[in-house]
Structure formats: structure tokens, C-alpha cells
């Protein structure tokens, strides 16, 4: 029922296995726990800490890494009231070239994630950046054009303290990333920084979503992330090394504040695909002195259809309240700001 380890760099391994049931105490690791076509199993407890001295942030370096050898070998997976910290890569990972099914993170916290070193420490925008840097992070077989992950749901789950160190182009150091998945639930997440100073910083982005469809995402508390709240954005195979998805549709966003970015609360980047149908409901947008509470940025043939926000937003100084969205359906009140606020006919401000 439990296993406990400390100086192992890769303490545990499960592979072609069925109800199972265990609980883990992992100290100082470099991957901490590893399954690969496991089905029907629980892991009721975890507590994983304690970064490996040879940790460089390489892929696999993450506290819990799922994946499947063939399509549907690894599903109907529970993970309850873990804590990972320390990871050389991401706290949390969903991956691999098969497509993985009903898996649960319920309670599940990642602190400090993306500790590991790579890069020339004598060069500030290399240092650290080789790798990615989520607290939890799904993403489906970038392989394949049409298959992805399926029914993956993150349950009160906390993301801390991640890595700002980077240049902010960077859309690897999020507290979630959801890629390449369809029907999506992610509830009550917690995206924050424990510094207790003016000024401190949780990730680069809050919660990143890219080709992924029928996604619920409700009452987020995302504060002080370097960059934007909720990240929506799309990758082109021909340059992305891979294929990211071309679906980014039918997303639901209710409720939940995003609190003092530094860029906009939420952020859409359509390059390549057209978004369609995100709807993000009752949300509030404090965005202090962020310069947008909304920005869209549409670039090459990225189109929005049927987009719709309501809310309040509460900029302090900002030139726009709203940036390039005038594909937005909007119901919002508020604090404006003088500039213009476009967004579609039909809309109330």
C-alpha cells in the first residue's frame, strides 16, 4: 500500500498493470513516479519533494508522468491529495504519442516546479529556458493530426510558485497547460505565488489552452502571473516540430477572478485556425495597472467565431480596457479607460 524511497532518480516505475492501489513518499528524485499502460488504479496520497542534484530540466524530469505505448492502454486513473515540489520539469505530466483517457487529479498541489538547470547561467535569456516549466500539463500525440486525449479532469488543484526567471515569450512556464484534448473539466484551480511580498510573481502564464474542445474551466483564481491569465493560442505543424491541434473550440470559462497580470487578464492568439465558441462567463477581470483586461491578437489567417465575455473588469490606468476584440461579444461592467474599446455589435459596456 505504500512505497517510500529517498535518493532515487527514478524511484518508481508502473507499467502493464490493473487495479492498483499505493501511496508514495518520495524524497529527493529526478523523476519521481512513472506509469505507462495502467488501468483502473488509485493512488489515494503522495508527497514527492526534493530536486535531484543532477537535475537539468530535461523532458521526464516531472514528479508523476502518464503516457500510453498504445491508444487507450492507460485510463480511468485517480490521483488524490498529492504534493509534488521541486521538479527539474514539469510537476505534472499527461503525455506521449497514444492517446490516454479518464484520468483524475483531485486535490493535487505542484510547488516550484521547473527547478532544473539548462543553458548558460552567464546568459540571462538561456538560462533555464531548454525546457518546460508547467505545474501540471497535458498534452496529446502531436504525431497525429486527429487524435488526443480524452475525459482528463483537474480537480481543486494548486499550482505555485513557478519558474518568471525566462523571457515571457515563453508559453512553457504555466501553472496549467491543456493541449491537444477533448472534454476537459477543470475546476476551482489555483494558480499563485506564496511570496508575501509586493510584487512577486507566480508563472509566466496562468492557464494555456491550445487545440483542445468541450472544455469546462470554472471559478480559476489566477493572481500576479507574469504575462495573462487564460492563454488561448494555436501552433503551425509546418514550424512547431509538431502538431498542436487545429480544434480550439467550444470552451466554457465561468466565474473566478484573474488578479493583477501583467499583460491581460485573458489573451487570444489565433494564427493559424479560427477559435470558436469560447465562452467565458461572470468573470472578474482586476487587472490593476495591466494594460488590457481582454487582447485579442489575430495574426497570419487566425480568425474568432462566436465568441462571447460578461464580467467586471477593474483596470487602474490602463489605455484599453479591450485590445484588438472586435470579434468579442461582450457584457461587461466596470471601470473604462478612455482609449477605444471595440468589440462586436450587439455588445454592452
Known sequence: GRVKTKNWERPVQLNASTYLRMKFDIETYLQGVYMTDVKHSSFPKAHIRGISPNADGKAGQNGLLIDAKTNNATQYLWFQDWVVEDTGEHGYRIGGQSIVNDIWHINCVSKRPGRGEVGDPAIPTEHGIGHG???????????SAVERHRNIHYINCIAEDGRTNVPLTRTNFAGFQIGKCVNVTLANPIVRT??????????????EIIGTEEMTLSNPSIGHVQKNGIHFYDADPATAGGDFGSLLSRINVNGGIILNPGNAGIYAAPSKYTFRRIEVINITLDTG???????TAKSGTGALSGCFVSGYVNPVNASKVLDGSVDWLADLNGNFATGPNDCADGSSL
Request: proline share 6%; net charge neutral; glycine share 16%.
Open 133 to 143: 516549466r508547467w505545474g501540471f500539463k497535458v498534452l496529446g500525440p502531436t504525431d
Open 194 to 207: 506564496s511570496e508575501a511580498v509586493a510584487g512577486g510573481t507566480s508563472f509566466v502564464n496562468g492557464i
Open 289 to 295: 495597472a495591466a494594460p488590457f483586461c481582454i487582447q
